[in-house]
Every structure is written in structure tokens, then in C-alpha cells.
């Protein structure tokens, strides 16, 4: 009987191994997620990342740190959450600082969880693009009304020092610059009557030294 008890207890300790052995080979299976990247249009910063091509039904976890320092901090608004992408606006504000951020997956089924992937090194200020302005056109007596505002995430991030180029190309190619405020309106009183315009706007900050493209061109006739 004290055999058959030994047996029993080889056997039960064999089994738990065996369990815990497949437990770690299952965490080591989940793969970290992909392409971890922030990307940045008016100081709004996203960190976008790839599912890994082996699961699915998965939570994702990001920490962020600033450069230099070494503790990792956890994004309480980006813990366990399915979609693939992470609103880092808030925690990203200071433009001055350059970030890391790292993403790594769960699994709340089997408990197990994969490695970390990080992002590039990112700066809200060098590395976020500037969006062209909208742009508004029209024909008076008074002559050609141009107006141009600036996106509404830029101006609630800037807040102000928000200029715009305006850039207006006469029939013959020729091209004037006009510099104007964001928001405030243009009028050209020496243009031609039946005559055909294109305007392009440019978003400037100087304070950041960053610039939009150019918008897409908006032509008009004059009456």
C-alpha cells in the first residue's frame, strides 16, 4: 500500500509539472503585438499597433516613460483593452519631452501574457504633422474673399501663434503670398472680373517651427 501511495504521489507531482510546463509553453506561445508606433497630426498622439497573427480574444496593456528616466509607467485609460490603438494625448502633453511607449498582449482564458514590444522614441513636437487649413472662397463687389482656419485639434492644442499662408496663383501662373491669421478672412480688391483664381492655404506655428502642406487647391470665377 505504501508503494501504491508513492506511486500516487509521483503520478499527482508528474501531472502538476506537466501543467505547469504547458501553462509556460502557452505564455510563451502568445506573441507580442506588431509595428508599435505612435502616430501624430496637430500634437493629437495616437500609438497604434498589429495583432499578433497567432491569437485572438486579446487585451492589450501600454506603459509609457519619458527619455531618461527608468521606471515604466502604466496607461490607466490603456489596460486591457481589445482595440489596437491608444489615445496618449494627455499623457504626451509636454512637447518639450520625448517619449517611449510599449504594448504587450493577455490573455484572460489561459492568464498567460506575451513580452513587450516598444515604439520608436517619439516628440510631440517634431514628430507630429501640421493638417492644411480649410479654406472658403467667394466672388463680391468688394472683390475676391478668401478665408482660412486652422484645424479645430490644432487650435485646441496651440491654443494661439497660429498663422496661414495664402497662396493665390493668377491665370497667367503667376503667385502671390498673403500672410493672415488663422480664422481671419482676406480680401483681394484687385482682381479681374470673369477671371479664373486658385487659392492654397499653408498652417504655420511658428513657436514649434512646423508647417502644414499646402490644401488642395480651391478655384473660383470672379463676377
Same mark, same amino acid.
Given at each position: ?49 498589429? +495583432?499578433?497573427?497567432? =491569437? ?8 509609457? $516613460? #519619458? ?5 515604466? *509607467? !502604466? ?39 506575451? +513580452?513587450?514590444?516598444? =515604439? ?8 507630429? $504633422? #501640421? ?5 472658403? *472662397? !467667394? ?85
Amino acid at each position: 500500500m505504501e508503494r501504491i501511495g508513492n506511486l500516487n504521489r509521483l503520478l499527482l507531482g508528474a501531472l502538476l509539472l506537466w501543467r505547469l510546463t504547458l501553462r509556460a509553453t502557452t505564455q510563451e506561445m502568445l506573441a507580442p503585438p506588431g509595428q508599435v508606433r505612435f502616430e501624430s497630426t496637430d500634437f493629437k498622439n495616437i500609438l497604434h499597433w498589429a +495583432a499578433p497573427t497567432n =491569437s485572438s480574444h486579446l487585451q492589450y496593456h501600454v506603459q509609457l $516613460k #519619458i527619455y531618461g528616466e527608468l521606471d515604466w *509607467l !502604466n496607461v490607466s485609460h490603456c489596460q486591457g483593452i481589445p482595440r489596437h490603438h491608444c489615445d496618449l494625448s494627455g499623457a504626451t502633453s509636454d512637447v518639450r519631452e520625448w517619449y517611449y511607449a510599449r504594448v504587450r498582449v493577455s490573455c484572460a482564458a489561459s492568464g498567460s501574457k506575451s +513580452a513587450w514590444a516598444m =515604439s520608436r522614441r517619439f516628440s510631440p513636437r517634431w514628430n507630429t $504633422k #501640421i493638417s492644411p487649413p480649410s479654406v472658403r *472662397l !467667394n466672388s463680391t463687389k468688394q472683390g475676391l474673399v478668401v478665408q482660412v482656419k486652422a484645424s479645430r485639434v490644432l487650435m485646441r492644442k496651440v491654443h494661439s501663434g497660429v498663422d496661414n499662408n495664402i497662396y493665390v496663383v493668377h491665370p497667367g501662373g503667376q503667385e502671390e503670398v498673403y500672410e493672415v491669421a488663422s480664422g481671419s478672412k482676406l480680401t483681394l480688391t484687385e482682381v479681374k472680373p470673369r477671371t479664373h483664381y486658385c487659392v492654397q492655404a499653408q498652417t504655420v506655428v511658428p513657436r514649434h517651427m512646423k508647417s502644414s502642406d499646402r490644401s488642395a487647391a480651391k478655384c473660383i470665377t470672379t463676377d
